[in-house]
């Protein structure tokens, strides 16, 4: 474990380890634990990326207002005295974008091979963000546009950890020639968070879920929340999951490319968390009614077995997709294609 030394932070470090704890609830943990190379690069990165998610999800903010914002963010990290403060009173997150200049002023001190790399992903990701942000609630018709969409908000995001690691040298450059591994580490987190947040994204007036999916099930994408379409709405649910599920053994390829174990640790952990999540929401109707989450315990357990090795983690893989496959039903038209990649999850190493 690496101790933090406060005596030798600036006040405006010890800031951002402030405005860490107050953005992130599964995120903190992991990334204060990170070797010293690492550490303030990825608490620099993290509020970076989570200030930029924080106008995305503001639906106070107009879109003509919104778009230039997403679009400049990177722009703005150079300047150490831009702050925002137009949006909302509610949101939680409003904090860290009135005192981004302390951010800004990390952001500065940090290597430049670390800043290129994150300015190159929040720039990406800005535009990307914007892009869906531009065309409304029916930004995301096809399954190519889900996975495009999710690309932009994570898959970028794992490209740009994986170049800090091999920055750092605390990964196999190996994994750099390996993009499609690395982007189904993303893809594996994000939809995840985009099934288990159906009810609270579409309360927000968002919808992430592709119509080429829901339009199999129900004519409007509100009725799959309606009482006497849960069956459908359940078909749906395991069409999504199926889409992610099938992302897991690449998550596993790339797991086994981290040996150090601050690295491991931080990768790991929020793949156990959503392989757990998505066994949770599997037959679950609850979450077409409310924001479930895994429990205390639970995420208390998988925090443990994560910082252990591949082992453990596949061992936790193959416990979540026996319960997955204890639950599937031979009346889901994906009955077989959910046992297929849960089987395929079974039987690595
Ligand atoms: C590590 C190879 C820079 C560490 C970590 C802030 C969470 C917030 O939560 O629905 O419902 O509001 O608005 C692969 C983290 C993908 C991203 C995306 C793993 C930055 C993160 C900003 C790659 C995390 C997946 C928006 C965008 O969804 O969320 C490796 C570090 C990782 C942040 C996540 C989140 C996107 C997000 P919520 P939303
Ligand atoms: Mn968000
Ligand atoms: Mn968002
Ligand atoms: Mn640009
Ligand atoms: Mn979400
Ligand atoms: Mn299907």
New binding site residues.
Partial sequence: VHERKPEKESPELKECFRLLDL??RS?SAV?KELHPELLVP?VV??????G??TI??DMTVDIAEKEPLLRNFHAHLDDESWTYDGNGPNEKDRELLVKFDVVAKEYNKIKSSYQKIITD?CHR?GDGMADYAKKGNVSVQTIADYEQYCHY???L??????RC?VEAKLANPVLLSRPEL?ES??Q???QT??IR?IR??HDDGRC?WPKEVWSKYVPEFGDLFLPENREKASHCQSEMILLALQRADDCLF?MAGVKEQSVFN??AI??SMAIATLELCFQNPAMFERNIKITKGAACGLMMQSTQNLEVVCAVFRRYARLIHKKNSPRDPHFLDISIACGKIERFI
Avoid at 45 to 50: A, K
Avoid at 157 to 162: L, P, S
């Fill in positions: 953005t992130s995120f990334i990825v990165f993290y509020l970076i990326l989570r930029l998610d995305e999800d992903i990701m908000v994570a898959g995001v794992g490209e740009g950890c994986t690691f690395t580490m993303g594996f987190l994000q968070n985009i947040d609270e994204d992430f790339y931080f990768v929020p793949q």
